[in-house]
């Protein structure tokens, strides 16, 4: 089992910045593929970005790349989510979540057996 527990979200400008953190504890971290998913109110959660065991994969959505990065500290047990240049449509419930048996996990909800609890991020226009 793995235990993921997601902070730095909060209200932010449009075209701000904020960094999420996800704090992992329990099964080995550097075997979990990891990523980032985001529910919008009234929408379905939605991939954002997943990152391989060694962090030298990654993949994003169309709709945030070259604005978001995705990286992780193996050493901390730790993945985030750099965003920049928020927009209104960022805004959401960021989740990390963690997937055991790939190695760079994609966009599927299913693949992923570990998840957060989220943190909200708000991008005000």
């Known amino acids: 089992q793995v235990q993921l527990v997601e902070s730095g979200g909060g209200l932010v400008q449009a075209g701000g910045s904020l960094r999420l953190s996800c704090a992992a504890s329990g099964r080995t971290f550097s075997s979990v593929a990891m990523g980032w998913f985001r529910q919008a109110p009234g929408k379905e959660r939605e991939f954002v970005a997943a990152i391989s065991w060694s962090g030298s994969s990654t993949s994003y959505a169309d709709s945030v790349k070259g604005r978001f990065t995705i990286a992780r500290d193996n050493a901390k047990n730790t993945v985030y989510l750099e965003m920049n240049n928020l927009k209104s449509e960022d805004t959401g419930v960021y989740y990390c979540?963690?997937?055991?048996?790939?190695?760079?996990?994609?966009?599927?909800?299913?693949?992923?057996?570990?998840w957060g609890q989220g943190t909200q991020v708000t991008v005000s226009s």
């Open positions: 979540a963690g997937d055991r048996d790939a190695v760079l996990s994609g966009g599927r909800r299913s693949a992923y057996d570990y």
